[in-house]
T-cell receptor, first 115, second 112 residues
Framework: AAGVIQSPRHLIKEKRETATLKCYPI?????VYWYQQGPGQDPQFLIS???????DKGSIPDRFSAQQFSDYHSELNMSSLELGDSALYFC??????????????FGPGTRLTVL | GEDVEQSLFLSVREGDSSVINCTYT??????LYWYKQEPGAGLQLLTY?????DMKQDQRLTVLLNKKDKHLSLRIADTQTGDSAIYFC????????????FGSGTRLSIRP
């Protein structure tokens, strides 16, 4: 079965640079979520989109922005990168048609290292 | 408020049962989840339980929910070396498209 695809899997950037992370949800999933997991930390919710509209917002810095496109893939744009942005970034997808249990399927993550 | 707490470490002998505990504060949580994360890997949903259930069993996994005490546990029977991972307890505040709030994770290690 197809899973959530994230690219790139690894990314190395320098401070003050920008980064774009991509997420391709499971086919027919209409909702995408972004999470950030710092070293030794639990995943923290950043932002979510349902049918291309922002549906919820968490602890996402103003330097970050995200959107969901017409083909339901999503991109997380990160500008003015800081050392503290080094983390594993997960994308998850779900289908509201699956009912109310909000079963989110996670991608393998993008490991961002800021030097 | 939204807060999920777990103990950080658990060590069990291979073949024994593992019990990972979790407490949460949001009484409006409708679904509670257990996720498994192996080193360097993504998050794998192991099981979930609806808030009006007390127990759910799925092969070697048993989830117990005490809604009055806001306590959730995951029991892994006949623990194997492949069960070594970090286990995250998680909740979602309501049933619509919603963020998942994770606990700090419990690192399960298996002794031979």
């Amino acid at each position: 079965a197809a899973g959530v695809i994230q690219s790139p899997r690894h990314l190395i950037k320098e401070k003050r640079e920008t980064a774009t992370l991509k997420c391709y949800p499971i086919p027919r999933h209409d909702t995408v979520y972004w999470y950030q997991q710092g070293p030794g930390q639990d995943p923290q919710f950043l932002i979510s989109f349902y049918e291309k509209m922002q549906s919820d917002k968490g602890s996402i810095p103003d330097r970050f922005s995200a959107q969901q496109f017409s083909d339901y893939h999503s991109e997380l744009n990160m500008s003015s990168l800081e050392l503290g942005d080094s983390a594993l970034y997960f994308c998850a997808s779900s289908s509201q048609g699956q009912g109310s249990r909000n079963e989110q399927f996670f991608g393998p993550g993008t490991r961002l290292t800021v030097l | 408020g939204e807060d999920v707490e777990q103990s950080l470490f658990l060590s069990v002998r291979e073949g024994d049962s593992s019990v990972i505990n979790c407490t949460y504060t949001d009484s409006s949580s409708t679904y509670l989840y257990w996720y498994k994360q192996e080193p360097g890997a993504g998050l794998q949903l192991l099981t979930y339980i609806f808030s009006n259930m007390d127990m759910k069993q799925d092969q070697r996994l048993t989830v117990l929910l005490n809604k009055k005490d806001k306590h959730l546990s995951l029991r892994i029977a006949d623990t194997q070396t492949g069960d070594s991972a970090i286990y995250f307890c998680a909740e979602t505040p309501n049933s619509s498209a919603s963020k998942i709030i994770f606990g700090s994770g419990t690192r399960l290690s298996i002794r031979p």
